[in-house]
């Protein structure tokens, strides 16, 4: 082991703005930080969780303006300005579950729990877009996403109560 | 006891943190002044160091130091192997950094250590390593002549060769003379490919020397066990060392290891006197996380003409990989009781040799030697049904044990307590619509329809529990399979259950507190589970082999009523009765006879307090227990599969699945449903999708989720799952086990199914996973053979390798199925 005396050079950072989960958050940042980590590392929400790194298993799943987005491919410097939601920002403002979070453990939607923010802010979006999927639709909204655990099954049976606990709560 | 909790499907409790993002995984956990590590790693399956420059990284920005091999070589130690199969079991040492020597592609040959983990990232590039390559053996036919070996000094790849024979241990015949003997005898060589466990949760380990003790967190199974191992491996004293299971993101047995990445972050960590963290990247992981399978089994089955079965013989080729991990050598050993699985054979012979190749260490995944038994025994099922024109369900129905048999002693030394393979077949077949789905496979089959439906049959026993600590020392496993727990009242009632299983996603927490609420009386939320930190629960042996209920709940049931017994003293004394006279029945002790009584909670604050207490009693209800079961438990179950295959394209289609286990009383049916569900994909997926793929110079093809396909929702269907019930009788909450069953029973129904719908084709073998381009070039084969081809050996290497325009034109060779 040899110990390193010279002065480390310092990357060039740069200067952006996100608001997560509707607060602010100004971050120096070097061009290559992935949002994934500057929302682990730099802003300390670790509720996003990084599977892959490299795009395929949707753990760590945002939503930017509102639109799922794997976080580990998205430069944090071509995030400034935008709206970022995690996994945090899925709860009610009075502290209680969202519906996606109510209908996965009303379902038993998740087991170990790690690929479980990609796929609740996932189907956030995808009922959004639509609010009363079939059990097929169910299945693909969440065909993206990798879970080791479930088995898929309660997933699926978590969109179907999602859409149910979204349609209670805002009546026609 | 009044039962209220155990069977019903509590919600769980440790959701609420999963679900918000309140986690503590391993790399969450951020440290003043932490250091991040990254690692070089061979990019060479076998080759020997001759130099490594690290000039270059330790002058790099950030750097705080450089390990080779070199630097640690005195410290570092011999990765441990708990499971020496034989007494002359040959094993290389397996150093944490490779001081010279490296085995298979992905080995740690140095690592930097820097302030941030981008600054470590950027320096290995800069370390400069000059390898010579040796020839590589990846084979196992081959690795068995020992033309090339996996590790020269070793002399041999052949780690270690077990045998069992039936009539040597005095429970059967000899299998030869039987099988001669047999009007019908099937030969048959199935191969097991190589598995990565693939948990969602990358491995992640974080050590922080600062302190009198050394706490190491870690996505581990077994924290107990590491703690131990470390303390061995590196000469430390064992009560220096403090391990932390946080929140662990699945495990399937990759997690239940010790690695060289712990070591070296523990080395790391006292070199620089500053807490290290160490996360793999997905690709490190699917390299250098240890593999699962990995075997060639040739049997021979013996039949007579009735479709009897008269006896088996095994003979089995084991992967170990470039070296033996924690249970390396024990897990195709786990399979050699299995093999006979429910069936009653007057003759049966286990050989296992155990060799050595240039590929990642293996070691226990899901299921770990029961899944290979089950499939090569199911498979064999279904080809002697076909042989015989006979019905597979009616074919295991002539040869399995019934219910009025249990308890069974199997050829294999094992006592079956209990099982009805009668109930759970007929359940499975009513569920299915075995019937009416066989005449449309037989009408889609005389019609000549493109698409070709077949019946897949599995049904499948297997032990688990593990484990009774003697069977696990006649086996020569270094430690035993009890399991401890503590229950605790606290001054206000609540009470504290520590348990010394290390649950990463089963639910004890939820399911403990189901036992403990109706054993004792008080309300579900009022328990609290600990586990996975050596400082909170000082005794246990973790989770795994689906142990934790049947070892580990009943070491809590066991703490829980001695509780009891304690507060039955105190509740006698302070109500002025004898103990004989005080009744204990939902959490309050009263007077036989008389409406004078204590709740639990009274009694915990009076023994609190300690004011009025009998002479000589200690003031503490706190009880311990440590459960050693007497025998393993043998959850078992019929599996049914209708699988369509496109005869023009390859392309299977899992149209419906049915499932009935029994694994003996339930506590949360939620939790063992989607233990069921999760077990049934890992199986489906080692049928048709999942493959570590190496190329000829021993590198992992499938080196990431792009081409190492874990399924997805798309991919599947959804199933019908149900029980039935025949209560373990040999531990007292009549439990067997449920984490692996999906996994152990699912391969071979799908297997099977595939090759239902196109037997008639002239395909008698897919070696999995059964792709859609492997099922097609088997329909080609078979269609040029004809019908009644040969006794089918499946292609050895990967067959998607010599593919021709496919992998020509630069496409991964498992890349068909996206």
């Known amino acids: 082991m040899t110990e390193q005396t010279t002065e480390a050079v310092a990357e060039e950072l740069h200067d952006v703005r996100l608001t997560v989960n509707g607060a602010s958050y100004d971050v120096r940042v070097p061009a290559r930080r992935l949002l994934s980590d500057a929302l682990r590392h730099d802003i300390g929400l670790t509720g996003t969780h990084v599977g892959c790194e490299h795009g395929v298993c949707g753990a760590c799943t945002i939503l930017l303006d509102g639109a799922p987005t794997r976080s580990c491919l998205l430069l944090t410097v071509s995030a400034d300005g935008r709206e970022v939601t995690t996994v945090e920002g899925l709860t009610e403002r009075d502290g209680s579950l969202g519906p996606v979070q109510q209908a996965f453990k009303d379902c038993h939607g998740l087991q170990c729990g790690f690929c479980t923010p990609g796929f609740l802010t996932t189907i956030t979006a995808g009922l959004r877009d639509n609010p009363d999927p079939s059990e097929a639709e169910a299945r693909d909204m969440i065909g993206g996403n990798l879970c080791r655990c479930t088995g898929y099954a309660n997933i699926v049976a978590a969109v179907l109560r999602a859409a149910e606990l979204g349609a209670e709560a805002e009546p026609a | ?818």
């Open chain 2, 1 to 818: 006891m009044t039962v209220t909790e155990i069977g019903s499907p509590r919600r769980r409790k440790e959701d609420q943190r999963l679900i918000t993002g309140r986690t503590r995984y391993t790399d969450n956990i951020v440290l003043p002044g932490m250091l991040h590590l990254a690692m070089v790693r061979s990019p060479f399956a076998h080759a020997t160091i001759t130099a490594i420059d690290t000039h270059d990284a330790t002058s790099s920005p950030g750097v705080v130091a450089v390990l080779t091999g070199r630097d640690v070589a005195d410290e570092q130690g011999s990765l441990p192997c708990a499971w020496p199969i034989t007494p002359d079991q040959k094993a290389p040492p397996h150093p944490a950094i490779a001081v010279d020597h490296v085995a298979f592609a992905g080995e740690v040959v140095a690592c930097v250590i820097a302030r941030s983990a981008a600054e470590a990232r950027d320096a290995i590039e800069l370390i400069d390593i000059d390898y010579d390559e040796l020839p590589v053996v990846l084979d196992l036919e081959e690795a068995l002549t020992d033309a090339t070996l996996a590790h020269p000094d070793l002399g041999t790849n052949k780690s270690a060769t077990w045998v069992f024979d039936s009539a040597e241990a005095g429970t059967g015949d000899d299998v030869a003379q039987v099988l001669a003997a047999s009007e019908l005898v099937l030969e048959r060589t199935y191969l097991q490919q190589r598995l990565i466990p693939a948990f969602m949760e990358p491995r992640s380990t974080v050590v922080d020397p600062t302190g009198e003790q050394i706490t190491m967190w870690s996505a581990t199974q077994v924290p107990h066990l590491l703690r131990l191992m470390l303390a061995l491996t590196l000469s430390i004293p064992e009560g220096k060392v403090r391990v932390v299971a946080p929140d662990v993101g699945g495990g399937f047995g990759g997690k239940l290891q010790v690695t060289p990445e712990e070591v070296i972050t523990m080395l790391a960590a006292r070199r620089t006197g500053k807490p290290c963290k160490y996360t793999e990247t997905r690709s490190e992981s699917l390299m250098a996380a240890h593999h699962g399978r990995g075997q060639v089994q040739r049997l021979k089955l013996g039949a007579t003409r009735e479709g009897i079965v008269t006896g088996l013989s095994v003979d089995l080729l084991a992967d170990m990989g470039a070296y033996l991990g924690l249970v390396t050598p024990g897990v195709p050993i786990l399979g050699a009781f299995m093999y006979n699985s429910i069936y009653k054979f007057a003759a049966y012979r286990f050989s296992c040799t155990n060799l050595f190749t240039n590929k990642a260490w293996t070691d226990a995944y899901r299921g770990a030697g029961r899944p290979e038994a089950t499939f090569a025994i199911e498979r064999l099922m279904d080809d002697l049904a076909h042989e015989l024109d006979m019905d597979p369900v009616e074919l295991r129905r002539k040869n399995w044990i019934k219910h009025e048999e249990f308890p069974f002693s199997t050829i294999a030394c094992l006592e079956y307590d209990s099982g009805n393979y009668e109930a759970a077949t007929d359940r499975a077949l009513e569920l299915f619509g075995y019937d009416d789905l066989c005449a449309e496979r037989d009408r889609r089959r005389a019609a000549g329809d493109r698409v070709q439906l077949g019946i897949g049959v599995s049904t499948f026993t297997e032990m688990c529990g593990l484990a009774p600590s003697r069977v696990l020392g006649a086996l020569s496993y270094a430690a035993g399979g009890w399991e401890h727990a503590q229950v605790r009242v606290l001054p206000t009632g609540a009470v504290e259950v520590v348990t010394g299983v290390s649950g990463h996603g089963q639910g004890h927490e939820t399911a403990w507190s189901q036992i403990v609420a109706d054993r004792l009386g008080v309300p579900f939320d009022s328990i609290e589970v600990l586990h996975g930190d050596t400082q909170t629960s000082q005794k246990g042996l973790d989770t795994y082999g689906s142990r934790s209920l049947v070892v580990g709940g009943m070491a809590v049931v066991a703490a829980a009523d001695k509780v009891i017994e304690k507060a039955r003293t105190v509740a006698a004394h302070l109500l002025e009765a004898s103990t004989d006279d005080i009744e204990f029945a939902e959490g309050r002790f009263s007077v036989r006879g008389t409406d004078q009584g204590l709740a639990l909670g009274e009694i915990a604050f009076a023994t609190f307090s300690a004011h009025n207490l009998p002479d000589g009693f200690e003031p503490s209800l706190d009880s311990d227990a440590t459960f050693d079961p007497e025998n393993f438990s043998f959850p078992h179950g019929t599996h049914l599969a209708a699988m369509e295959v496109d005869t023009e394209t390859g392309e299977v289609t899992l149209r419906k699945y049915v499932c009935v286990d029994d694994i003996g009383n339930v506590i949360n049916p939620m939790i063992v449903d989607g233990q069921v569900h999760g077990g049934l994909v890992q199986g489906i997926a080692q049928a048709l999708f999942e493959e570590a793929v190496h190329d000829e110079s021993g590198t992992l093809v499938s080196g990431s989720f792009v081409d190492y396909l874990v399924p997805s929702a798309a991919d599947l269907p959804s199933f019908t799952t149900d029980r039935t019930v025949t209560p373990s009788t040999t531990n007292a909450l009549g439990v067997k086990g449920v984490g692996e069953a999906g996994t152990i029973a699912s391969t071979p129904a799908i297997v099977n199914g595939v090759l239902d719908a196109i037997r008639h084709l002239g395909v008698q073998d897919i070696a999995m996973p059964c792709s859609p381009h492997r099922v097609w070039k088997a329909l080609q084969d078979g269609a040029s053979k004809g019908l009644g081809a040969e006794e089918p050996v499946p292609d050895r290497v990967a067959p998607e390798q010599d593919a021709g325009p496919m992998n020509s034109s630069g496409n991964l060779p498992t890349g068909d199925f996206q």
